[in-house]
């Protein structure tokens, strides 16, 4: 059974760096039927699309427009658990963030939010 | 990127209507279009994967359907445990925007 455990601070200071990490049960990060998603929601933004990391002879990594300048995520293969970190957060960054697996289900590449971890509630204030 | 339109946005119904929830993408995406069902404080579910395969464990009142750019979600014969907030998503392409999900209440 998959399972995804986060952990990581519910409050941040903007002159911080919001940091999330989610550890892997049941699967392993550098599989190669899987990718690594966070996903974030807020009531002004919804549910919005932060990035992932995924295997396939070599690791690769994507980020949403709204993030990439501050956005790193980092993934642990001995661990088995990749992270977020987000640089310089503003209050507009309070949300509930999620980590995601996204099974690929067929060879097309494309993949479908099977499991996910808890959430963070994450709240950016001085 | 591609932009998700879901309508409508919320919907009152009772236990046993059929539901249809619709899914626009500012583009093409072929068929890969994903549904989720979001009960507060808990996480989101995957109830429909590549427009019309049913997630595993999910009952069988669930139903996607479409390809291209409109997609549906069908829920037939709506339970109490149903109510919920249901959001599309396309995997075609990064960033994999969400819809800004359709409230379905009871009436």
């Known amino acids: 059974q998959v399972q995804l455990q986060q952990s990581g601070p519910g409050l941040v200071k903007p002159s911080q760096t919001l940091s999330l990490t989610c550890a892997i049960s049941?699967?392993?990060?550098?599989?190669?039927?899987?990718?690594w998603h966070w996903i974030r929601q807020s009531p002004s933004r919804g549910l919005e699309w932060l990035g992932r990391?995924?295997?396939?002879?070599?690791?690769?990594?994507d980020y949403g427009a709204s993030v990439k300048s501050r956005m790193i995520i980092k993934r642990d293969t001995s661990e088995n658990h990749f992270s977020l970190h987000l640089q310089s957060p503003t209050p507009e960054d309070s949300a509930i963030y999620y980590c995601?697996?996204?099974?690929?289900?067929?060879?097309?590449?494309?993949?479908?939010?099977?499991?996910w971890g808890q959430g963070t509630l994450v709240t950016v204030a001085s | 990127d591609i932009q998700m339109t879901q309508s409508p946005s919320s919907l009152s119904a009772s236990i046993g209507d059929r539901v249809t929830i619709t899914c626009r993408a500012s583009q093409s995406i072929t068929s890969s279009l994903n549904w989720y069902q979001h009960k507060p404080g808990k996480v989101p579910e995957l109830l429909i994967y590549a427009a019309s395969n049913l997630q595993s464990g999910v009952p069988s009142r669930f139903s996607g359907s479409g390809s291209g750019t409109e997609f549906t979600l069908t829920i037939t014969s709506l339970q109490p445990e149903d109510f919920a907030t249901y959001y599309c998503?396309?995997?075609?392409?990064?960033?994999?925007?969400f819809g800004q999900g359709t409230r379905l209440e009871t009436k």
């Open positions: 049941g699967d392993t990060v550098s599989s190669g039927t899987a990718a």
């Open positions: 990391t995924y295997y396939r002879s070599m690791w690769f990594t």
């Open positions: 998503q396309q995997s075609f392409t990064t960033p994999h925007t």
């Open positions: 995601a697996r996204g099974i690929f289900y067929d060879t097309t590449g494309y993949d479908a939010f099977d499991i």
